[in-house]
């Protein structure tokens, strides 16, 4: 297990090949940094209490889903530790209240939401409250994200002024995403991603207009970020996804029509998500190459 994030000292732990995102989900208290979530297993497969403690709550209740023949439950954990709530959602668990866990012990199995987009990996949103409150969406107990100076790893990216660029081939698609590998990535300790201008980048980039209007930088940067920001808190600044430009095109440079594309932090090799339009729409196929280029809007 691996550090994913901290409260004072309550740490935060992940499975060493888990991948993590503290700004991609529209949840309110991503807006604040007071929340990640851990991805990783499949939809259905074990998911690991990311702390030692004592559950306190289990919550039961439906979601806003436009299927009415589907059963989208969701599941609030409460785990008592250290004086503090850890609030656990989008795991279906396997322990009654009063029972202890440890951590990296089993606690439940991942479920699909229906808070989720269709491009979602299976993943546990985790945050601190206190005891009194954990139930409401808000909160403002900003988690510390464990990432340091950023440094490139292999050959580096394209950079021209305030132009970054990722080259990568296709290794994985199907009808919700596809995932391109480019070998230009960086790292800060345990921690893997893509960057500009010396900050790693966490959330969703759309091409157009969408419901999730910013992602983050993330580093600790003598450098100014390179995008405006409007939000800023220990090592993460937010940007306006509306105030740059996203571009993806094969590679016999002809644009290729997709929704965004995702970045979040790996402990493991990093890779990039592109986002089609529509369940199903078209998406570029294993061993074609992409070029994903993210500009200052002009």
């Given amino acids: 297990m691996k550090l994913a994030a901290s409260y004072q000292n309550i740490e935060l732990m992940a499975p060493d090949d888990a991948a993590l995102s503290f700004f991609k989900s529209p949840f309110a208290a991503h807006e604040t940094g007071s929340a990640v979530d851990i991805a990783y297993g ?8 990311p702390v030692d403690g004592e559950v306190v709550n289990i919550r039961e209740f439906d979601t806003p889903t436009p299927f009415k023949d589907r059963d989208f439950k969701e599941y609030l954990t409460a785990i008592s530790c250290k004086g503090f709530i850890v609030k656990i959602m989008h795991v ?55 990432v340091g100076a950023v440094k490139k790893v292999g050959c580096g990216m394209a950079e021209d002024g305030n132009v970054f660029g990722f080259t990568g081939e296709v290794v994985f698609s199907d009808r919700r995403f596809a995932l391109i590998d480019c070998p ?101 196929q294993c061993g074609e190459t992409l070029s994903i280029q993210i500009e200052t809007k002009k």
């Fill in 92 to 146: 279906k668990p396997d322990v009654e209240i009063g029972d202890r866990v440890r951590t990296g012990e089993e606690f439940g199995t991942f479920i699909r939401s229906g808070y989720y987009y269709f491009w979602n990996f299976p993943h546990m949103h985790v945050e601190v409250r206190t005891p009194d409150d954990y139930v409401r969406a808000s909160n403002n107990m900003l988690l510390d994200v464990p």
């Fill in 184 to 284: 230009d990535h960086s790292r800060s300790g345990a921690i893997n991603g893509y960057a500009v201008g010396g900050y790693l980048l966490d959330g969703f980039i759309p091409t157009g207009e969408h419901a999730l209007h910013r992602f983050a930088l993330i580093g600790e940067s003598r450098t100014v970020p390179p995008f405006d920001t409007f939000k800023s808190s220990g090592n993460w600044h937010m940007v306006h996804s509306s105030s740059v430009d996203l571009r993806v095109s094969d590679g016999k440079n002809r644009m290729i029509d997709a929704a965004g594309v995702s970045f979040i932090l790996f402990f493991g090799k990093p890779l990039i998500k592109l986002i089609p339009t529509r369940y199903g729409e078209y998406l570029p």
């Fill in 42 to 49: 499949d939809f259905g497969s074990a998911a690991y209490s």
